[in-house]
């Protein structure tokens, strides 16, 4: 019988993946109502169409939230970032805007997502897709040669993507030496942009990522992806853009900012103590992020300290404010205050952020709806956070027992990732499966064999023991 996540998502209380686009009645005929009068052609509303934004996003995405386009300006850049804009849309205290809050953001499972908007919306009237007039938060961000951040500006305007590009894609036309034009200095401004961040302490960490996928078989199995170098690059302008509204907020000050402190004591204690043992050179004086972005993610040593450095990314919060900001302001994986602004169709909080940059920008009042909104919004936006982890994390879980069952007692080839006293997580090369490795001693960052001990469906978990 064929897998399925069908008791996965009755657990985690989502719909079944054919209903996952199911709202209720007054949510859809509203949203319905909303994509007819979408886009509104307000004369007062500034004609963008004549700039060539394009969309980067994985081949065949529809809910298309951020289109670039970018300049070279002297030795610097220009970014002329448009970003969906739901604040005309969407009614506040309407249906969709109720049904928005209850759900945070889109759920993504192997079988399907779980939308945050009706389909009608985030994949159509309000999507910036290709040759679609659509309104816009559209930012412009001067970046000088050394990377830094100059002039800021976001305003609402009309715009129309020239290109839908997929990562994959861009990364070819880069490889070749003839991207697309809209994009061709993203290489130039990315690397910039992340070795400026680097410098200022930002935990970049270039793990390949476990993903679920499915074979020509129709069975699931999990892979690992590596960023390319357009995804970091595509990464960097986001982020430059979340950086820049967070500095906007905190000016004014009124906003949300998206908070993670520095690293604790222990964290950075034991990340240097891996970085030892894995015989990692550390240069005096240099911070976890500098020695990170020297590492090559395809040796063993480099994924084990890696892994090592997510421990310096935990309590990432949410901080809402009006009037004085927050104690602690600083986002330490980004280096910097940021904001979230960019993701508005997958993410409740960037429709809240966006309206308070554009209404500070524009020299008018904060709407008192986003005023109001400004408390709650933390709490909803960690609970979904915590609910999107969740079913991420135990999708791949289930799956790494479905490729491992029946296979009890076979010996598998691994790279140990972090050793404790018991034992320690390992990382098979085939199939590429996390999980927990008994036997004391493990050589943290080396190749071992190990015996898979058990493959337990209803827990979800596999362990192995060292050969």
Same mark, same amino acid.
């Given at each position: 019988? /064929? =897998?399925?996540?069908a008791?996965?998502r009755?657990? &985690?209380?989502?719909?079944?993946?054919?209903e996952?686009d199911?709202? @209720?009645? *007054?949510?859809?005929?509203?949203?319905?109502?909303?994509?007819?009068?979408v886009?509104? =052609?307000?004369?007062?509303? !500034?004609?963008?169409?004549?700039?060539?934004?394009?969309?980067?996003?994985?081949?065949?995405a529809?809910?298309?939230?951020?289109a670039?386009?970018?300049?070279?300006?002297?030795?610097?850049?220009?970014?002329?970032?448009?970003?969906?804009?739901?604040?005309?849309?969407?009614? /506040?205290?309407?249906?969709?805007?109720?049904?928005?809050?209850?759900?945070?953001?889109?759920?993504?499972?192997?079988?399907?997502?779980?939308?945050l908007?009706?389909?009608?919306?985030s994949e159509g009237a309000?999507?910036?897709?290709?040759?679609?007039?659509?309104?816009?938060?559209?930012?412009?961000?001067?970046? +000088?040669?050394?990377?830094e951040?100059g002039d800021?500006?976001?305003?609402?305007?009309?715009?129309?993507?020239?290109?839908?590009l997929?990562?994959?894609?861009?990364?070819?036309?880069?490889d070749?030496?003839?991207?697309?034009?809209?994009?061709?200095?993203?290489?130039?401004?990315?690397?910039?942009?992340l070795?400026?961040?680097?410098?200022?302490?930002?935990i !970049?960490?270039?793990l390949?990522?476990?993903?679920?996928?499915?074979?020509?078989?129709?069975?699931?199995?999990?892979? $690992?992806?590596?960023?390319?170098?357009?995804?970091?690059?595509?990464?960097?302008?986001?982020?430059?853009?979340? $950086?820049?509204?967070?500095?906007? $907020?905190?000016?004014?000050?009124?906003?949300?900012?998206?908070?993670?402190?520095?690293? *604790?004591?222990?964290?950075?204690?034991?990340?240097?103590a891996?970085?030892?043992?894995?015989?990692?050179?550390?240069?005096?004086?240099?911070?976890?992020?500098?020695?990170?972005?020297?590492?090559? @993610?395809?040796?063993?040593?480099?994924?084990a300290?890696?892994?090592?450095?997510?421990? &310096?990314?935990?309590?990432?919060?949410?901080e809402?404010?009006?009037?004085?900001? /927050? !104690?602690?302001?600083?986002h330490?994986?980004?280096?910097a205050?940021?904001? =979230?602004?960019t993701? /508005?169709?997958?993410?409740?909080? +960037?429709?809240?952020?966006? !309206?308070?940059?554009?209404a500070?920008?524009?020299?008018?009042?904060?709407?008192?709806?986003?005023? *109001?909104?400004? @408390?709650?919004?933390?709490?909803? $936006?960690?609970?979904?956070d915590?609910?999107?982890?969740?079913?991420?994390?135990a999708?791949? *879980?289930?799956?790494?027992?479905?490729?491992?069952?029946?296979?009890?007692?076979?010996?598998?080839?691994?790279?140990?990732i972090?050793?404790?006293?018991?034992?320690?997580?390992?990382? &098979?090369? =085939?199939p590429p499966?996390?999980?927990?490795c008994?036997?004391?001693?493990l050589?943290e960052?080396?190749?071992?064999?190990v015996?898979?001990?058990?493959?337990?469906?209803?827990?979800?978990?596999?362990?192995f023991?060292?050969?």
């Amino acid at each position: 019988m /064929p =897998h399925d996540f069908a008791a996965l998502r009755a657990e &985690l209380e989502l719909p079944p993946p054919g209903e996952s686009d199911r709202f @209720p009645d *007054d949510v859809l005929a509203e949203a319905r109502a909303i994509a007819a009068r979408v886009p509104v =052609h307000d004369p007062d509303v !500034e004609d963008a169409t004549s700039i060539p934004f394009v969309t980067i996003d994985p081949p065949g995405a529809r809910d298309l939230d951020q289109a670039m386009f970018l300049e070279r300006v002297g030795d610097g850049f220009r970014v002329h970032y448009a970003i969906a804009d739901l604040g005309t849309a969407i009614p /506040p205290g309407g249906a969709v805007d109720a049904e928005a809050r209850q759900r945070g953001q889109t759920i993504y499972l192997p079988d399907g997502r779980v939308p945050l908007h009706p389909a009608e919306l985030s994949e159509g009237a309000l999507s910036l897709l290709a040759g679609q007039v659509r309104s816009a938060a559209v930012w412009t961000i001067d970046v +000088d040669a050394a990377g830094e951040a100059g002039d800021v500006s976001v305003r609402r305007a009309l715009v129309r993507s020239v290109a839908q590009l997929d990562y994959d894609g861009v990364q070819a036309t880069f490889d070749a030496g003839d991207p697309h034009p809209s994009v061709e200095a993203l290489g130039d401004l990315g690397r910039l942009r992340l070795g400026l961040r680097v410098s200022l302490g930002a935990i !970049e960490i270039a793990l390949p990522e476990q993903e679920v996928v499915r074979d020509p078989a129709a069975e699931w199995k999990v892979r $690992m992806r590596r960023r390319t170098d357009v995804d970091a690059w595509n990464a960097e302008i986001s982020l430059l853009t979340g $950086m820049a509204a967070a500095q906007i $907020m905190l000016t004014a000050g009124v906003g949300l900012l998206r908070t993670l402190p520095p690293a *604790d004591p222990e964290a950075l204690a034991a990340f240097w103590a891996t970085a030892r043992t894995l015989g990692i050179v550390v240069p005096d004086a240099a911070t976890p992020a500098q020695v990170l972005a020297t590492l090559d @993610p395809d040796q063993p040593a480099a994924i084990a300290l890696m892994r090592e450095a997510t421990r &310096l990314l935990r309590g990432a919060g949410y901080e809402g404010f009006d009037g004085a900001p /927050p !104690e602690q302001p600083m986002h330490a994986g980004i280096g910097a205050p940021y904001a =979230h602004v960019t993701a /508005p169709l997958r993410r409740l909080v +960037d429709r809240f952020g966006a !309206e308070v940059c554009l209404a500070i920008c524009a020299g008018t009042d904060v709407p008192t709806w986003v005023r *109001d909104a400004l @408390p709650a919004l933390g709490q909803i $936006m960690a609970a979904s956070d915590q609910r999107a982890s969740a079913a991420d994390r135990a999708a791949i *879980d289930l799956v790494e027992v479905w490729e491992l069952a029946g296979r009890v007692g076979e010996t598998f080839e691994a790279v140990v990732i972090r050793a404790d006293d018991d034992g320690g997580e390992i990382v &098979l090369t =085939h199939p590429p499966v996390v999980a927990r490795c008994s036997g004391a001693g493990l050589p943290e960052g080396d190749r071992v064999t190990v015996v898979l001990a058990e493959a337990d469906e209803q827990q979800r978990l596999v362990s192995f023991t060292r050969a």
